[in-house]
T-cell receptor
Framework: NAGVTQTPKFQVLKTGQSMTLQCAQD?????MYWYRQDPGMGLRLIYY???????DKGEVPNGYNVSRLNKREFSLRLESAAPSQTSVYFC???????????FGEGSWLTVV | EDQVTQSPEALRLQEGESSSLNCSYT??????LFWYRQDPGKGPEFLFT???AGEEKEKERLKATLTKKESFLHITAPKPEDSATYLC????????????FGQGTILTVHP
């Protein structure tokens, strides 16, 4: 059972470079999320997609864009990476907004 | 704004020494309180969802309880493999799909 799959697992970027984090879920969930986890800050929501075709900002959206490609896939793009975006990124999904959210294994991003 | 505070920040136990982790919360209209386990280098793993005060859920050595202001995660006779960070999160009525997480409790169980 794959659940929520994220790629890449690790990435090092130079300041100003762009990249896309990919996420796919095989649970037929309607809602998908991107969180970041930083020491002392806990997990914070970047963007979410309540259903296919919709996306909305979370708590910390600045510097990011997202695309809900289809029901299974939800990508996160950093257009011009900054050192402040060094973090662990988690993709997650749920059947609906009020349901349990399941997380992927994480993507470790370092911006130098 | 929803808020979650977990205590203690870190807890060291001997194998077999039962204890409890606390999660205090303030939220406008609780839609769910969630407990997750996170191992180093891994994503949060879902443990329990509690929806209303008085509700209890159990899984192996873990038992989660909920009141109107806090939740407890009771660990009975813990084993070293229970060592992990335990995260509490709430889903409030005004925050669509958004979980507010606490900082977590780092649990270490010594053999």
């Amino acid at each position: 059972n794959a659940g929520v799959t994220q790629t890449p697992k690790f990435q090092v970027l130079k300041t100003g470079q762009s990249m896309t984090l990919q996420c796919a879920q095989d649970m037929n969930h309607n809602s998908m999320y991107w969180y970041r986890q930083d020491p002392g800050m806990g997990l914070r929501l970047i963007y979410y997609s309540a259903s296919e075709g919709t996306t909305d900002k979370g708590e910390v959206p600045n510097g990011y864009n997202v695309s809900r490609l289809n029901k299974r896939e939800f990508s996160l793009r950093l257009e011009s990476a900054a050192p402040s975006q060094t973090s662990v990124y988690f993709c997650a999904s749920s059947e609906g907004a009020a349901n349990t959210i399941y997380f992927g294994e994480g993507s470790w991003l370092t911006v130098v | 704004e929803d808020q979650v505070t977990q205590s203690p920040e870190a807890l060291r136990l001997q194998e077999g020494e039962s204890s409890s982790l606390n999660c205090s919360y303030t939220v406008s209209g609780l839609r769910g309180l969630f407990w997750y386990r996170q191992d180093p280098g891994k994503g949060p793993e879902f443990l329990f969802t509690l929806y209303s005060a008085g509700e209890e859920k159990e899984k192996e050595r873990l038992k989660a309880t909920l009141t109107k202001k806090e939740s407890f995660l009771h660990i009975t006779a813990p084993k070293p493999e229970d060592s992990a960070t335990y995260l509490c999160a709430v889903h409030g009525g005004t925050s669509y799909g958004k979980l507010t997480f606490g900082q977590g409790t780092i649990l270490t169980v010594h053999p």
